[in-house]
């Protein structure tokens, strides 16, 4: 690639950002009601995309053999239990992540 083809890579790259940032608002501008199917959506895409996101980050789980995905199920706990006692997304990940890679690094 030489500069002018990085040059417009990036150029393109901004121009989607820019209009997938501003798209919402020039399509629903404050006042405007929005249409109910994406009220609903709205409502339901965010555990539709945790659910799909806890199926891919354990589909390579294997229960058959050592460790048995106790890892997983441990860090998957930690995540549910930090949740249900701080109801803090960032903390939850965090401390997830953490009891994962420290079970793994040291344990497992």
Same mark, same amino acid.
């Given at each position: 690639?030489?500069?002018?083809?990085?040059?417009?890579?990036?150029? $393109? /790259?901004?121009?989607?950002?820019?209009?997938?940032?501003?798209?919402?608002?020039? /399509?629903?501008?404050?006042? %405007?009601?929005?249409?109910?199917?994406?009220? %609903?959506?709205?409502?339901?895409?965010?555990?539709? $995309?945790?659910?799909?996101?806890? $199926?891919?980050?354990? %589909?390579?789980?294997?229960?058959?053999?050592?460790?048995?995905?106790?890892?997983?199920? /441990?860090?998957?706990?930690?995540?549910?239990?930090?949740?249900?006692?701080?109801?803090?997304?960032?903390?939850? /990940?965090?401390?997830?992540?953490?009891?994962?890679?420290?079970?793994?690094?040291?344990?497992?």
């Amino acid at each position: 690639m030489n500069g002018m083809e990085k040059a417009m890579t990036v150029a $393109v /790259i901004a121009a989607a950002t820019v209009l997938t940032r501003f798209l919402p608002f020039w /399509i629903f501008p404050q006042g %405007r009601r929005r249409p109910a199917w994406l009220t %609903r959506l709205s409502e339901s895409l965010p555990y539709a $995309v945790i659910g799909l996101l806890v $199926v891919y980050c354990l %589909r390579g789980v294997d229960l058959t053999a050592p460790p048995y995905g106790l890892p997983e199920g /441990i860090a998957v706990a930690v995540v549910a239990l930090l949740h249900a006692w701080r109801h803090n997304t960032l903390l939850s /990940i965090g401390g997830g992540t953490l009891a994962y890679m420290l079970l793994v690094q040291t344990v497992f």
